[in-house]
């Protein structure tokens, strides 16, 4: 599996759990954050390796058409950009530190 493409899944997954199903939200955290093999996930929830793909395979594409849609992770991303060009620009302004404390936290909150 790839590094970046997992760690792609991993990041929208963090962003875009709360719209998938359960069973969705189980397969894609335990095949890509806790690295389960399709045999240990289908093992695990009595079902087949390939129904395990398919839902893996269909819930990839949902979570790459909300991102498509929502750009929460792109947006995360330059904002992040952003705030370190910011930080190293302005290394001494400590109210440009503090707001951008409080942006991050607010990014960051669950």
């Known amino acids: 599996m790839e590094i970046e493409k997992t760690n792609r899944m991993n990041a929208l997954f963090e962003f875009y759990a709360a719209l998938l ?6 397969y894609i955290e335990l095949y890509y954050a806790d690295d389960y093999s399709l045999a240990e996930i289908a093992e695990e929830f009595d079902v087949s390796r390939q129904a395990v793909y398919d839902n893996i395979k ?8 909300y991102e ?7 947006d995360y991303i330059v904002r992040s950009q952003i705030f370190d060009q910011i930080l190293e620009r302005y290394p001494k302004d400590n109210f440009l530190q503090e707001q951008i404390e409080i942006l991050t936290s ?3 909150r669950e």
């Open 21 to 26: 199903t359960d069973k969705q939200m189980n």
């Open 58 to 65: 269909r819930t990839e594409k949902i979570l790459e058409d």
């Open 68 to 74: 498509m849609k929502l750009h929460m992770y792109s």
């Open 106 to 108: 607010i990014d960051n």
